[in-house]
């Protein structure tokens, strides 16, 4: 798409029951909507596909409805990345990074919690094809849910499931009108039809599904969903929060050696050297490939309050290490050896990747 559509609706789609687990959601759709035409897009909010699939969490008669609320977050999390309080953001299975683990308990009964559908990508796949075959329209599906934003207040829905409509729209490569090539601009298209769908469906007014109309788009194949949007690993900047980082690093008992570890340690010495008093380290491998870098210091004398102040400083200093590895994405053990012999060995740091 060069040109921006000259006819683009957001519609509504009234009427809609209220759902359970089993319900069709497709001939609903289809009987609130009988108009809807090929090129069409229908976002559905997660919580109606979710209730529809048994995506729920009873609360027994007098449990309390938030410690059910604390599990749920629990059993869904793969990682905390930050906290505050009670509050928690976390990297759920399916790799969005999201409060609460997605589980909602608005717009749904006291006796029970909705958890984000289980893959709302198969989800906006099988939506799909029931509306094709019942009404025989070739239309695109993204599934919704309310997410916040980092370093902004307000929500906005985003798309946590999508199917015959491309998740990004590609523009690196392209040149702009000043003639400036475009490094890194991918369009979030299926987010933004979260968010103008959001804008009809609203949150207190009912309205699970809306249609966006006259968006020219075609589908992918292969049709990989919303995967395409998740950035983690490597590609990920801000992999925990302040508060958790600490917290997070655990010494991991079995490692998978992968390359560049002393590199790694090097440079995670240097940076911590920044913030701490220089401190002369020796960095040797302890063996070829086994992913263990030993660290020597050169013998310490003087007085015993120096010798005190130089151990001092060496703790400081290999716990900001440890930090600085694992918020570069290392799994890490340390040590200690001692000092045996002419030179001082404080101690052998194992790094890799945690073994599944």
Known sequence: M?????DLAVLPVRGLPEFSPGDDLGAAIAGAAPWLADGDVVVVTSKVVSKVEGRLVPVPPGADREAVRQRAIDDETVRVVARRGPLKIVETR??????????DASNVAGDALVLLPEDADASARALRGRLHDLLGVEVAVVVSDT????????????A?????????????????RHGNRLETTQVAVVDELAAAADLVK??????????????????????DGTRPLVRLGAGDLFPYGSRDLVASRAPAADLVPRPGDREAVAEAFRVASAALPEFPVVLRHGG???????????????SPGAQTAAAVNLGALLGAVLVQLHAEGWATRWEPVGTPGGSSLVGRLWLGTRRA
Do not use: C, N, Q, Y
């Not at 399916?94 to 589980?103: C, K, L, P, S, Y």
């Not at 997410?147 to 929500?155: A, D, M, P, V």
């Not at 109309?213 to 049709?223: F, I």
């Open 2 to 6: 060069t040109e921006p559509p000259e």
């Open 94 to 103: 399916h790799g969005w990074v999201v409060a609460a683990a997605g589980i």
């Open 147 to 158: 997410f916040g934003r980092t370093w902004r207040e307000g929500l906005t829905d985003v």
């Open 160 to 176: 946590v499931g999508s199917a015959g409509i491309a998740a990004l729209t590609d523009h690196r490569g392209a040149v702009d």
């Open 202 to 223: 609203g949150k207190l007014d009912g309205v699970p599904v809306a249609v966006v109309r006259g968006l020219p788009h075609r589908p992918p194949d292969p049709d």
């Open 288 to 302: 070829e490939g086994d992913g263990a870098v030993d660290v020597h210091l050169p013998d310490r004398s003087g």
